[in-house]
């Protein structure tokens, strides 16, 4: 027994062990909460053929024999003693979940991010997947063996043993019958039907015993699963930079080896191009591809472009429903879809034969994830490539520092399209200073420049893209008599006016109120709503434009499902000619006719309290100043700021990464920050601010022993501190801030720092790796 079990395991039981009569089969469990284990089980007679590690499996816990659903991570034979072991109550599924590299992806996340294994499973399979969400058990009916086909047999026409079937009343010999000839399983509506019967005489053979009954688990309904019908779209010629790109993307993808290449190139250069070509080369051999995007609900129009070439794409976005998730995650892994285009969570899809893995606009904060496990889609998608032995291809017309540094380093290749499609110009951009514009209530917060530009386009039936980063009417709500400033009870910030509806809400835990008609503190009946968010923006223009059809895009206006589509749709149609929005209107979009971008306020990203403040700054304005001038017409830019000198401003105007690339690289040197130094963020948060920092205080303890025994001179911490967000959904917030030369340094502290720590009562604390979000 042991020895089969041996051979299906192989790779998991060292040879010597199998002589041992004396072993017992257990597999390694582990749980998404508190215990999170991994603990020993036995594997029990019935499952040791079916059970496999990435199964999910039900076992008793703890004194009271808690039911507990847990993960399967490996199975071990151990010794006749540990038999004592609780054994495996149930399997959960039929087949793994996650399997081969997948598996030790998600081994890797657990021990880089320090997050329990369970919780990694939990996060990188889809709740529909897991609720097995669009499907139900039904129960199949098959005649027994012993109502055997014998073919010598002349009698009833089936074959079937005329001692069984005389023995029967008529109504169940016909039924018996029936199934039969049906030659396959039928469910019990099926063979009511077919033989024009009622429950009553299957169940009557079931309990003779003449017909067997079993359950399976079928899908229903439809999915969202798309085929296109259509004729596919061919690819055009390449240019000759896009040429030499996708000649060192071939190269990798031949060479059957782990390679990550960046194809750096600027907006409107065809990088999009260069991966499906890339693909379609990756396709001659019969592996999938994986395109991870910032938000593929934002971008439509990429999705279309993969569907018009590939046909059979399957698109992962935030909007799709537990059924269609379980229904897509099922195709893939069967090999069905030749694409899988997705945002961040795409980059576990269980495609079988993964053969490339592009990341489009790398430098997109949305690959990082905010909650556990806190990981980088760009850093599991690198180590996933590494796993498969396959090329990941990084874009950006803006990378990020730390991709930019690792191929200026030569651990990636440099791919470069330095030109326009057409050899298109840049759009021109002009930055307005607005310390010295005049106010003008007619234009509220539209420079003279920006309005007359506006103007002016408008005119010649050009189309305008306008960002402003801030949703909601007014930033603040602040009386002019006493200076109260209306604020969140919860987080000690200010409310956001929100002209629709009249309410004032809180940007960070969503706390509503009506909007105060008079000053709660002295009564004062003209509150001043300051700082323009795009509600105000939007009115500010339709008064201003009248006659120019105009759509706002951000979190409030986009909440339904499909609304996306349509405004892009109506804008790319000329049906609206403005467009204004937040930084979702910034990215990926490709409008030929849109011949000038306004930036309402460029500073909004650049005075934050964080290290990569600039380089945001910088990548905000030069992404959305690329959305002008796609065209055959020329293009142009308009950046309002009270920053005019910044150079993160100035480099965006022309169009200039490589100096702000080396300017802030001097920076971040100088400093110690990333690319240079490895970080990780560690929150503390509690309903009581003493024993919040209390407790912040323990850890930076903890961390110096740990530092010392470890002897990790290089790493440093800062804090205990309260972050820019003190108080967040009524808990009272402490971050450290640590920070070493090597990642792996950083890991083997931390780890130390997390096992070591006893954590009080009513006080949290979570570690972020690799942070980007230090508010
Ligand atoms: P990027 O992804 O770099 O912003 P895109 O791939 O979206 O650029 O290309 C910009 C535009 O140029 C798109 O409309 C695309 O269809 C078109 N395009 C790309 N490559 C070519 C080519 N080789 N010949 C003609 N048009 C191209
Ligand atoms: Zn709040």
Redesign the pocket.
Known sequence: MVARQGELFSSDIPEWELDAASSTLAALIAFSEPPFGPFHYRVPDELTLSLKPGMRVKVPLGKGNREMVGYCLAMEVVPQAASRLKPIAESLDLQPLCTGNLLKLVDWMSQYYLTPIGQVFEAIIPAGVRTQAGTRMKTLLTPAPNVAFDPNRENTGTGTSDSVMNGLPTKQRHVLQQLILACEPLTVEQLQKMSNCSSAPIQALRDRGLIEARSERVMEGEDGFSTHANKLLQP????AD?RVALVSIREALDSSRHQTLLLH?I???????VYMQAIEHTLTFGRQSIVLVPEISLTPQTRQRFQDRFGSVAVMHSHMSGPERHHQWRRISEGEAKVVVGARSAVFAPVPQLGLIILDEEHENSFKQNTIPRYHARDVALHRASLERIPLVLGS?TPSLETYRRAQLGKYKMLN?PRR??NRPLPEVSIIDMRHERIDPNRGSLSKPLHEAMKETLRANGQIILMLNRRGFATSIQCPACGHVVSCPDCDLPLTHHHEGNKAVCHYCDYTIATPPSCPQCKFSNVRYTGSGTQRLEIEIAKGFPNSPLARMDADSMKKPGSHERTLSDFRQGKTQILLGTQMIAKGL?FPNVLLVGVINADSALHFPDFRASERTFQLVTQVAGRSG?GEKPGRVFVQTYSPEHPAIELAREHDFLSFAKQELEHREKFHYPPFASIARVIVRGPDAAATEAFANVITQTAEKVRVSQGATDVRFLGPAPPPLAKLKTFYRFHVMFLADEPIVLNRLLARIQADLKTPKDVEYVIDIDPIDML
Request: proline letters at 5%.
């Open positions: 055009p010629a390449l240019t896009q190139g907006t409107g250069s065809g990088k999009t191009e017309a399209l499609i057409h490709d796609r």
